[in-house]
T-cell receptor, first 113, second 112 residues
Framework: RKEVEQDPGPFNVPEGATVAFNCTYS??????FFWYRQDCRKEPKLLMS???SGNEDGRFTAQLNRASQYISLLIRDSKLSDSATYLC??????????????FGAGTRLTVKP | NAGVTQTPKFQVLKTGQSMTLQCAQD?????MSWYRQDPGMGLRLIHY???????DQGEVPNGYNVSRSTTEDFPLRLLSAAPSQTSVYFC???????????FGPGTRLTVL
């Protein structure tokens, strides 16, 4: 079983739709969480960090459920420019020098006119 | 700031050849890392460094070497290229290990 699991999609939605992505992680010691966006043949870029209390950035809302080891990303009022692959990332580093960043394989979103 | 830069953008090698992928950052980040990305799989960590002179292995280190002689540079060496190393390689950096990483544009490597 992969440490970070995402529905690969693709999700095909019309402009203006609301779409939600889910992500589960297997290691309960995970400490920090992120959503990245990756355009075709480009590098990943941070979309937002995910905080325990949930957080919002414009049309994007991220939620974390530590008990269920589940992370979500909600995109409201989808734009054509939201078309990309969304990567769920968890970090279970417990010590400053300890690296343990794990990436999901990504969920592909296509927003259509 | 240029951010994180990588060279070359594309490379084709023959099995058994060696080469070095270059990575540099101008953000004075202590933490740098190398990932590979393969279809259907998440990015997987190859090696990382928490500062000049300090490196450690990630999830898939076999066949790769790294060194960190300066804060800015973190080259990745393929010792004897194999077809299984065909992938897209990303270098990344961050202020600390727990903060988000900034990625370079990637190197697309094909090993024949």
């Amino acid at each position: 079983r992969k440490e970070v699991e995402q529905d690969p999609g693709p999700f095909n939605v019309p402009e203006g739709a609301t779409v939600a992505f889910n992500c589960t992680y297997s290691n309960s010691a995970s400490q920090s969480f992120f959503w990245y966006r990756q355009d075709c043949r480009k590098e990943p870029k941070l979309l937002m960090s995910v905080y325990s209390s949930g957080n919002e950035d414009g049309r994007f809302t991220a939620q974390l459920n530590r008990a269920s080891q589940y992370i979500s990303l909600l995109i409201r009022d989808s734009k054509l420019s939201d078309s990309a692959t969304y990567l769920c990332v968890v970090n279970r580093a417990l010590e400053y020098n300890n690296n343990d960043m794990r990436f999901g394989a990504g969920t592909r979103l296509t927003v259509k006119p | 700031n240029a951010g994180v830069t990588q060279t070359p953008k594309f490379q084709v090698l023959k099995t058994g050849q060696s080469m070095t992928l270059q990575c540099a950052q101008d953000m004075n980040h202590e933490y740098m890392s190398w990932y590979r990305q393969d279809p259907g799989m998440g990015l997987r960590l190859i090696h990382y460094s928490v500062g000049a002179g300090i490196t450690d292995q990630g999830e898939v280190p076999n066949g790769y070497n790294v060194s960190r002689s300066t804060t800015e540079d973190f080259p990745l060496r393929l010792l004897s290229a194999a077809p299984s190393q065909t992938s897209v390689y990303f270098c990344a950096s961050s202020y600390t290990r727990t903060q988000n990483e900034f990625f370079g544009p990637g190197t697309r490597l094909t090993v024949l």
